[in-house]
């Protein structure tokens, strides 16, 4: 099994105390975001869970626990977004220049093939222009390019609810115009540049297609190759090998306008203060007569084929 923790909120930066509370009981409880009715119970031991696939935009509070992970046996890499956007766009971030400082502390520690660059997803408006992100993402592949080997683009999805002026549509040409100077930058500076379900075909500025939950990149951290399908949960654009999510939608206190996560910062601040970090759910309790389904989960391994990669 490969954990997702979490596509859905931001548990290294909020709930780090309760991630670590779940694995120390060897499992945790889900509720279905498309059937609330439906309770999951998941396995947690390292004997089922092949690797675990971190998303966050500060890894800062999970850093005091990665020796407990390794000591369990855990295999896990880091999908870590840092952008160039101020509190206006991600309102609830410390200074990014922290952020950036703690992406390369986690690099460091644990090897820069395990901590992904998201540098997603790209925004234009009369502020953050084309010039701005070139200067910008010159800057960050400076700073970055020595403690990552990888970073995911995506230019922003003007969905139905998103509800702001601070984001504008981005034309085809500007993002060829971005496309092709990412593309060039990176491969400079030594990173591989991929998108994220993008509908544009970008292979020709060198941005290659990215599998978020990597296959190839977990049987590297884990040191043995995977019997693992295609997430079918996801879009047909994407990538990612089939993973089980153990977060929460409307959840993530980091306030980014952009976020396809949230509902309305109100519900989410109301459900981030209710967080128990002893629950066994990231959010909320079981409640009298609600029916638990044990999830039978186990390893992806070949075991035939371990120790090869």
């Not at 670590?20 to 009715?37: E, Q």
């Not at 981005?170 to 991929?194: M, N, P, Q, S």
């Not at 976020?259 to 629950?279: G, I, K, Q, V, W």
């Not at 039978?296 to 075991?303: A, D, E, L, W």
């Amino acid at each position: 099994m490969i954990l997702s923790a979490s596509r859905r909120t931001d548990i290294p930066c909020y709930y780090s105390e309760w991630f670590m509370n779940r694995i120390r009981a060897g499992y945790v409880l889900t509720r279905n975001p498309m059937n609330h009715a439906q309770l999951s119970r998941i396995p947690l031991s390292p004997d089922v869970v092949d690797c675990i696939v971190f998303w966050t935009k500060d890894a800062a509070n999970m850093l005091s626990h990665l020796d407990e992970l390794d000591e369990r046996g855990y295999k896990y890499y880091f999908q870590f977004t840092l952008t160039p956007y101020g509190r206006d766009i991600e309102r609830n971030l410390c200074l990014k220049s922290k952020i950036e400082d703690t992406f390369v502390v986690l690099s460091k520690r644990i090897g820069r093939e395990r901590v992904v660059w998201r540098y997603d997803p790209i925004i234009l408006n009369i502020t953050l222009n084309i010039e701005y992100h070139k200067a910008q993402f010159v800057r960050m592949c400076d700073k970055l390019s020595s403690y990552t080997d990888t970073v995911t683009i995506s230019f922003v999805d003007m969905y139905s609810k998103l509800k702001t002026n601070l984001i504008r549509p981005i034309t085809e040409d500007e993002i060829a115009e971005l496309a092709e100077f990412i593309g060039k930058t990176a491969k400079e500076h030594g990173i591989r540049a991929v998108a994220c379900c993008e509908k544009y075909d970008l292979t020709k500025y060198g941005i290659g297609q990215s599998s978020c939950i990597d296959r190839e990149r977990i049987e590297k951290v884990c040191g043995y190759l995977l019997d693992v399908n295609a997430d079918k949960n996801q879009r047909d654009c994407c990538g990612c090998a089939e993973s089980i999510d153990i977060g929460a939608y409307n959840t993530c206190p980091n306030g980014c306008v952009y976020c396809y996560a949230n509902d309305r910062s109100s519900t989410t601040l109301r459900r981030h203060e209710s967080h128990n970090p002893e629950s066994e759910m990231l959010i909320g309790t079981v409640a009298n007569g609600e029916k638990i389904t044990d999830r039978k989960v186990k390893t992806n391994r070949t075991i035939e084929q371990e120790n090869r990669i």
